[in-house]
């Protein structure tokens, strides 16, 4: 990330970062065709960065301080991503939204901490410390596919031939009679 410029590092630190959601989420799900539709693809629902960090903060695959710093690093990105040309780390607007991560600073060593552009190798590479792993750890929760309803239970019977247990709750369609006005 050191040998990008100033516009190449904040997409190289998000698209890392969404790779790692993407494989995150990807572990999660139950393994079936819907999983990639909703995950990959030009029109995936959940194929942007913004969707992917806020599915994974609801369903509690990133925490707070997570979602928190990817959300800067996301906001960073689309500024340099959309910004004609001519903007850098130096930009006010930039050293207030670097301002606000709150990775921990290495202490010691003679680390820029105080610019813009460190505080973002730093935070992007807090996070992706943190998330590295997280696909493996999130696979042992991997959701299952399951049967909710029997399908014994919704098929057509006829309560003439098999009258309803005691208290069981029924639907009933009934033909409509011929030659008689419905009073409903």
Known sequence: MQKETDRGLPLVAAALIDDLLLRTLSSFFVENGSSDKLLKGASAP???LSARVNLCHALGLID???KSEIELIRKIRNRFAHARHGL???D???QGLCASFTSPLPEGIDYPVHTSRFRLVNATVCIVLRLYHRADWVELERREAKVWV???FTRWRSTE???PEQGQVVLGVAPKKSGKKDSR
């Open 46 to 48: 959940v194929g942007t």
């Open 64 to 66: 707070d301080y997570e």
């Open 88 to 90: 850098t780390f130096a």
């Open 92 to 94: 006010k607007s930039m």
């Open 150 to 152: 029997e399908p014994d």
């Open 161 to 163: 031939s098999e009258p």
